[in-house]
């Protein structure tokens, strides 16, 4: 199972500092709530986001610690600012994005303040991309989610192009027009062109985008792929669901029942409609409290037997916008109740403070309706969430702008453009027959009991991993079946290469790279099958020439170190091709040296041809963020001196790009054999992978995309696999 990296701006954990103390609690945000449930479930996943607290209020110790705590759950945290936080989050995406794709007026800003809104935007983009470029293995399927992250998969690809990212859109994305109005159009849908696979909740959506690429000439759509001069990416609409089985099964746990009770005496005998949304412009809140204030108008015999109850969860509490609209909120509610209200009722029961879970439960099962009108929302799992909950007698008032009207065809749709229709379908929903509720219920719940989030992220997912043009097969798994076949093959042939690697592929990675000496064991299972004269052995690895030398040098095999900047054939001495003596050691040494003494557990070896920074044993707080300054740090030098620094498993290698095992390989690929199999783990064994004969074996240890035919699991596999060739 390939690693899933997903990435997004807040982490399903959020943090907050009381009197020094670090307090961690679940995140309120739709995405965290939304796709945490498919991470709980899936193994191989790590999520990458901010944590929710600002990087001025940390010290040392508790971003290690964080890190740490997070790391336990599979979470990697991003430390912003709160001037990062502030003009990236704060203004850049929602004073700007957020406004603009969901289609509400727009705001005149400074044209500096704009300016210095998107730098942050692209540089907090970058901060992201750093992270994700440490954490990935070699190609992890990395998963990029919504509308503050869609620099993120160019400056990924820029970094590695075989890296495979998919984008998710999780709000509208508004009309071709409007969105070429904005100034960085063309830099944002290069961003997110730069995705394998671009996801929306709706055809609407997908429709909307696909001519926006046509309007700025970025590509051309045909058959669900954008087709561009070096690129192919999908695009399609995957609707989102959400976790049925928890809200389906909530009536059964004894806090929900009780949460039941307590409404049920507060509300008596009313009919309860009710309205549940974060407290944001795009909802339609304001406009809900009005619809509600012209039905208890029009229709007064509703007065005193109805109640409408709005949870408004309060959310970017630091946008004036979102302060004055709590306000307007405030005030409409209490107007209403002055007009309406009577001893012992009050017509609006108004809650801005979120609300857990068993309380939302509770509020959806004894709703007679659930008044879910948004001006535009790119699905609203509110929705679902009460049509899995409520299985009696619940009526659906829905906005034919929320996506998931496009799935919830028995609701009573909305229009806001004519604001009557969601005064009538108040009056419609409280005198809807039961027999017809009931009906309009059942075949709702149909559709999202098999739409799940679990269902909605697993065909994501798999579609990522599905090649598209100019893209390699997904790898197989080396079966029994497969491995049966091979065996046979290298029985059957008279002349046999076996290209091996060593760290990782032939023995587990050691903390301490100088304390990785092979054991005897797998010493006489080379021996026994170089003795065999149909088998040319070569040891292809990123260890310098004295290791190998001194561990190897007594078998009949061939040895390359550094990965092809040594080589030394078997009954021959060792010929170089590159010059040991390398200048550019001495420029980039100290540097080296100086971030390894910042890192605990971190050391720095110096092979002959090149410079290795290794962390295996250093914390993850450390790690990351010393691994990112580096790259960062040698940058200049490294593209002045022709270098190249590669990310491998817990290392940092620099050396001559023009060296690879693929270069090295050669010397023997050139020679007639009819059984040749290359085995690595690491992302230097791609240059060897993708040069072999189509008629040779490749084998990749461990996780992430590659170009090889086979995986297998751990080094163990490797190891098993030989024994059989030897037997």
Do not use: C
Not at 102 to 116: A, I, M, R, S, T
Not at 211 to 222: D, F, N, P, R, T
Not at 340 to 348: A, I, K, Q, T
């Amino acid at each position: 199972m390939a690693q899933v990296i997903i990435v997004s701006n807040r982490l399903p954990i959020s943090i907050k500092k009381e009197k020094g103390q670090l307090i961690f609690s679940p995140s309120l945000g739709g995405i965290a709530t939304g796709l945490s449930s498919y991470v709980s479930n899936r193994h191989n996943s790590l999520w990458i986001g901010w944590p929710g607290i600002a990087s001025d209020d940390l010290s040392s110790v508790d971003k290690e610690n964080i890190t740490q705590v997070l790391g336990n759950q599979g979470y990697i945290p991003v430390f912003l600012s709160k001037k990062q936080v502030e003009n990236f989050y704060n203004g850049y995406s929602n004073s700007v994005l957020w406004p603009l794709f969901h289609d509400l007026p727009g705001k005149k800003f400074n044209e500096e303040q704009v300016k210095e809104w998107w730098n942050s935007y692209q540089a907090v983009n970058s901060r992201f991309a750093e992270t994700v470029l440490h954490t990935a293995e070699d190609k992890s399927q990395i998963w990029v989610h919504d509308y503050q992250l869609l620099l993120l998969p160019e400056i990924l690809k820029s970094e590695h192009k075989d890296i495979n990212v998919g984008l998710f859109l999780h709000i509208p994305f508004p009309s071709p027009k409007r969105f070429a109005k904005l100034d960085t159009s063309r830099k944002i849908l290069s961003g997110m062109l730069s995705s394998d696979l671009i996801g929306f909740h709706t055809s609407s959506f997908v429709e909307n985008f696909s001519k926006s690429i046509a309007l700025a000439g970025l590509g051309e759509v045909i058959n669900s792929q954008i087709i561009m001069n070096n690129h192919v990416a999908r695009i399609s609409e995957f609707p989102m669901g959400i976790d049925y089985e928890k809200y389906a099964e909530a009536s059964k746990l004894a806090t929900v029942r009780l949460a039941v009770k307590e409404y049920k005496r507060k509300y008596k005998k009313l009919k309860v409609i009710v309205s549940i949304d974060r407290l944001d412009p795009t909802k339609g809140l304001v406009e809900r409290l009005r619809a509600y204030d012209r039905f208890l108008e029009q229709y007064p015999k509703q007065r005193k037997k109805v109640v409408l109850v709005m949870v408004a969860a309060p959310s970017r509490t630091d946008i004036k916008a979102y302060q004055d609209l709590s306000k307007k909120l405030v005030t409409i509610a209490a107007q209403i109740n002055e007009n309406y209200g009577e001893d012992g009722w009050l017509p609006v029961d108004y809650i801005n403070e979120p609300l857990p879970f068993e309380n939302v439960s509770a509020l959806f099962q004894i709703a007679d309706v659930a008044f879910i009108a948004p001006l535009r929302d790119g699905m609203n799992l509110a929705a679902k969430e009460f049509v899995a909950t409520n299985k009696r007698h619940g009526v659906l008032i829905l906005s034919e702008t929320a996506g998931a009207a496009e799935e919830l065809s028995d609701a009573l749709i909305v229009d806001h453009s004519h604001p009557e229709t969601l005064t009538n379908a108040l009056n419609q929903a409280i005198n809807m027959r039961k027999r017809e509720l009931r009906n309009r219920l059942k075949r709702m719940r149909k559709k999202i009991s098999t739409n799940t989030v679990q269902s909605w992220a697993k065909t994501f997912v798999d579609t990522l991993q599905q090649p598209i043009p100019k893209t390699p097969r997904l790898t197989r798994t080396l079966t029994q079946r497969l491995r049966t076949r091979m065996l046979k093959e290298y029985r059957n042939a008279n002349k046999r290469l076996l290209l091996l690697d060593y760290d990782g592929s032939l023995v587990p990675f050691s903390e301490n790279y100088e304390k990785a000496e092979p054991p005897e064991s797998l010493l006489n299972l080379i021996r026994n099958l170089a003795e065999d004269k149909k088998n040319d052995i070569v040891l292809i690895s990123g260890r310098s020439g004295k290791d190998l030398e001194a561990w190897f040098g007594s078998l009949p095999i061939s040895l390359v170190a550094e990965h092809g900047a040594a080589i030394k054939n078997v009954g021959h001495k060792w010929n170089t091709t590159e010059k040991s003596d390398t200048e550019w050691k001495h420029l980039l040494l100290p540097s080296l040296e100086k971030y390894s003494a910042l890192t605990p557990g971190s050391r720095v070896e110096v092979k002959p041809h090149s410079l290795v920074w290794h962390y295996r044993a250093a914390s993850p707080y450390h790690a990351q963020k010393y691994a990112v300054i580096i790259k960062r740090a040698l940058k200049p030098i490294l593209r002045r001196e022709d270098l190249e620094l590669l990310q491998g498993n817990k290392v940092l290698e620099i050396k001559n790009p023009h060296v690879n095992k693929g270069a090295a390989a050669m010397l023997w690929l050139n020679k007639p054999h009819d059984f040749v199999i290359a085995i690595g783990d690491d992302v230097t064994d791609e240059e060897l992978f993708s040069i072999l004969p189509l008629s040779s074996h490749s084998i990749k240890v461990g996780r992430g995309i590659t170009q090889a035919q086979y995986r297998v699991g751990s080094y163990k596999g490797v190891i098993s696999l030989l024994k059989r060739m030897s037997s």
